[in-house]
């Protein structure tokens, strides 16, 4: 159990001691960890002065976003090495960009479907911390009541439409929920314009038939969906350079090429960048919610840890990992915003601050929330409680005394 000074962060192997550090040019104050585990370099090139233009409250949302999902993200590496999460878990640190410039573009009305690399997509789309943390630690206050785990993430209340395990699963539900928000307005008259749907999924994911399959369904039904791909380069252990064929005409395999292909807009966006994955997004948004149909979206960015924490990423070289370190999302949000004003570095610390707290709030609710009970391994199975079969004298099994407690005899 967690004190109320989070003694499960007491001891981290490898992080400074002192109760100060520095992380991407600011300097931090903690009393019991640092930050941030990811050696984010600032990078040397000012910020393009042509980059689109924010409010200061949208940039710190941003930023408080990005750094949140990076803050939960290394806590979930640390929790897993220390037991309190099992099977495969997959980190987005390095991606956060994708995620923020997206997700928070979009409305609470509007729809988002991730991969199994889902934790910062849900907390993008405003599942609590809370509940993203316990339904990692398999507790019965997860967003799943446990039974999702760390790929299955899904909450009907934030309109996030789940992770899934098997790449290109999810795109099809994506699509899914596109085709009932234009059948709802167009057939059935209710409202005016198109809740939107953002499905995400990775390059290795465009060499599979479902993506291709969508692709020609939105574009002929001219769906409020945008394909995001967060093409980080490797598909596991496989170059994308290796796995994916060019275009005609092209050296290199670029896959927003195949949106115009099938009749919609393609993209391929820096996103290492989030200003720019966000002037992306509300165009993108803004034609599918006015009824111009889907875009292709390909963000070209980085993961800084392995596949997953059972990946030791021996495959990816040095030089390549410090390239795309130098272009770590967040430090260069920070100083775009220091140098146009937009926030002090008091403002910086207040953020990094309360995701702080956040997290560790979340942490200390995930060890201290209860187990799911015996009985939850019988729910969710089938839509239709029927479907566990007939038991001895006619009656169905979800009718039988102790059924929902998970005593009652199933075999």
Not at 155 to 174: D, M, R, V
Not at 217 to 225: C, D, F, G, I, V
Not at 361 to 371: I, N, R, T, W
Request: aromatic content about 10%.
């Amino acid at each position: 159990m967690l004190s109320s000074k989070g003694a499960l962060f007491s001891k981290r192997p490898g992080n400074v001691t002192s109760k100060s550090h520095m992380w991407g040019g600011a300097k931090v104050s903690s009393d019991s960890r640092s930050v941030f585990r990811c050696q984010a370099v600032v990078p040397a090139v000012k910020p393009n002065a042509s980059a689109p233009a924010v409010t200061p409250e949208v940039a710190k949302d941003l930023y408080y976003d990005m750094v949140l999902g990076r803050e939960f993200e290394d806590m979930c590496a640390q929790m897993y090495y220390r037991g309190k999460m099992f099977g495969f878990v997959h980190l987005y640190c390095g991606q956060e960009a994708v995620s923020s410039g997206i997700i928070r573009a979009l409305e609470s009305r509007d729809y988002a479907c991730s991969t199994y690399r889902d934790h910062v997509h849900a907390l993008s789309k405003g599942v609590p911390a809370r509940e993203v943390m316990a339904e990692l630690f398999g507790k019965k206050t997860g967003c799943c009541r446990g039974q999702g785990g760390s790929m299955h993430m899904f909450s009907a209340k934030n309109n996030f439409l789940g992770g899934y395990a098997f790449i290109g699963e999810g795109i099809p539900i994506g699509l899914g929920a596109a085709f009932q928000s234009k059948y709802k307005c167009d057939v059935l008259g209710e409202g005016n314009d198109y809740a939107v749907t953002a499905s995400f999924f990775g390059d290795g994911t465009c060499n599979v038939g479902q993506f291709y399959e969508c692709l020609n369904m939105a574009s002929l039904y001219k769906l409020p969906h945008i394909f995001v791909v967060e093409n980080n380069k490797w598909a596991i252990g496989m170059s994308h350079a290796r796995a994916t064929s060019s275009s005609s005409g092209d050296q290199d395999p670029l896959i927003y090429r195949k949106g115009p292909a099938f009749g919609m807009p393609g993209v391929l966006v820096d996103g290492m960048d989030v200003l720019k994955v966000r002037e992306v997004a509300l165009e993108a948004i803004a034609r599918a919610r006015s009824g111009g149909g889907p875009t292709l979206i390909e963000c070209e960015t980085y993961r800084f840890r392995g596949h997953s924490l059972a990946d030791p990423d021996e495959l990816r070289s040095k030089d390549e990992k410090a390239a795309y370190a130098a272009r770590d999302p967040i430090p260069q949000l920070k100083q775009y915003m220091l140098e146009t004003s937009m926030a002090t570095e008091s403002d910086i610390k207040d953020i990094e601050r309360r995701v702080m707290e956040v997290v560790d709030d979340s942490v200390k609710f995930a060890d201290e929330s209860p187990k799911p009970e015996r009985g939850q391994l019988l729910e969710n199975v089938f839509p239709d409680p029927r479907g566990f079969g007939i038991a001895d004298g006619g009656r169905y099994r979800y009718e039988l005394p102790g059924f929902s407690s998970g005593t009652a005899a199933v075999s």
